[in-house]
């Protein structure tokens, strides 16, 4: 499951290199130089001026997920970048400055953040504050855009409402302006049923108010509509068929919604068993990011049946992007096999929990097969390693829906997506 774009064509692009960008374009995201100091408590080793909040977050998420207790050095640095109003900023790379009007916060940064922080049982003081600034900047539609007053996009609605929900807050009880939930707005980035794309989520309407299938923000809004955040406990269909036609209607329910999605997404990866995307100009490349977070929706809207053979080919395939992508990318993995029932240890002969722990401090207490045993040996040895995965799209990719002056420009949500 998002953010850069003018200057994210390059950062962004370098995730895709590895998720969704032309190879050619893989080495352009901007790496660290001997005259950078990032913090050592930072997952990663590339620039997180676009994506280290985003990165942290995930990679404390998938650390708690399999029993790993994150580095509290690590834990802290997260927390250290919350500014007063509660928000978070992509990166602050100096913490002890207050935010001003000049701290560009975003509701991506927070809830992924919020996300991480609740599974960390982190103080009330802190994720409260997130929650409440989350529910300020709320568009009257219901929904979130990437930056408070931007127009609401499926991909921000969703990871907002997954925070909401690991703060304890029915989104259902967080009406806008006008009344409208964020299930409402949701429901308005629906595809019909009889439409091109039918069932899928658009990532937002075009000018025209048209809306387009897009299968990255398919993946993202089905587990918002679910209620669920990043990392969901997977859901066993019991080996059953779910529904095989598109429900539509003037009854169409939020969950309505949610299973016509799944059923695009079962749909894209049918075939292939991936997702593709491409950026103007260039071939179509494999889209493993999205073919990860797709294995995620599809077992947690209950299509466990389903995630078979996208499964399989990211145990075959994602090693290499995983490697290039970092903190993120692994992440991701590590919630497609939870999801699954599969051993994020023994993932396509992987071990996806220790490689995580190579891009970052030594965690707090694990067991022997999540810790390496030199951690700053693993982590000088990835430090070639690109930061990202899909959702960094998310947030790379929703800047520029909300204006084109906002200067980040749309990440994976508005890129040619096909499967």
Do not use: H
């Amino acid at each position: 499951m998002f953010v850069r774009r003018s200057a994210a064509v390059l950062a962004a692009t370098a995730v895709i290199g590895t998720a969704f960008a032309p190879a050619a374009l893989a080495d352009e995201s901007p790496g660290a130089t001997p005259s950078q100091a990032f913090p050592s408590a930072l997952y990663g080793s590339t620039d997180p001026t676009y994506d280290g909040v985003w990165r942290q977050s995930l990679a404390l998420l998938a650390q708690d997920s399999v029993g790993v207790k994150p580095a509290k050095q690590s834990v802290d640095w997260l927390v250290g970048q919350q500014c007063e109003s509660g928000a978070f900023a992509a990166y602050r790379p100096d913490p002890s400055a207050k935010c001003d009007a000049k701290t560009q916060v975003d509701t991506n940064s927070t809830a992924a953040a919020l996300q991480a922080l609740e599974a960390l049982d982190a103080s009330d003081a802190v994720t409260g504050a997130a929650v409440k600034w989350l529910k300020s900047v709320q568009n009257k539609d219901g929904g979130w855009g990437y930056l408070p007053g931007t127009p609401s996009d499926t991909n921000s609605t969703s990871v907002v409402i997954g925070a909401l929900d690991a703060g304890d807050t029915d989104p259902k009880d967080v009406p806008s302006k006008d009344d409208r939930t964020p299930y409402d707005a949701l429901l308005g980035l629906s595809v019909p049923c009889d439409e091109t794309g039918g069932g899928a989520f658009a990532f937002q309407p075009d000018k025209k108010g048209k809306l387009a299938a897009n299968a990255d923000a398919t993946a993202a809004g089905v587990l918002g509509a679910l209620g669920d955040g990043l990392s969901p406990e997977p859901e066993d269909d019991g080996g059953s068929s779910k529904s095989a036609k598109c429900a539509g209607g003037d009854s169409l329910t939020i969950e309505d919604t949610a299973a016509n999605g799944a059923l695009y997404l079962a749909g894209a990866v049918a075939k292939n068993g991936y997702l593709k995307s491409s950026l103007p100009g260039a071939e179509d490349q494999p889209d493993y990011g999205n073919t990860a977070d797709t294995v995620v929706a599809l077992a947690a809207a209950g299509r466990t049946a389903d995630t078979g053979k996208p499964l399989a080919w990211l145990e075959k395939n994602s090693g290499t992007w995983a490697a290039k992508s970092g903190p993120a990318a692994y992440a991701q993995l590590i919630f497609a096999a939870n999801a699954t029932g599969t051993d994020p240890r023994a993932f396509g002969g992987a071990d996806l929990v220790k490689q995580l722990g190579a891009t970052g401090p030594a965690a707090a207490s694990s067991d022997a097969s999540t810790a390496p045993a030199d951690n700053k040996n693993d982590k000088d040895a990835a430090s070639d390693e690109d930061d990202g995965g899909v959702s960094l799209w998310w947030i790379i990719g929703v800047g520029l829906v909300g204006g084109i002056g906002i200067g980040f420009l749309l990440s994976g949500r508005n890129k040619k997506q096909q499967p």
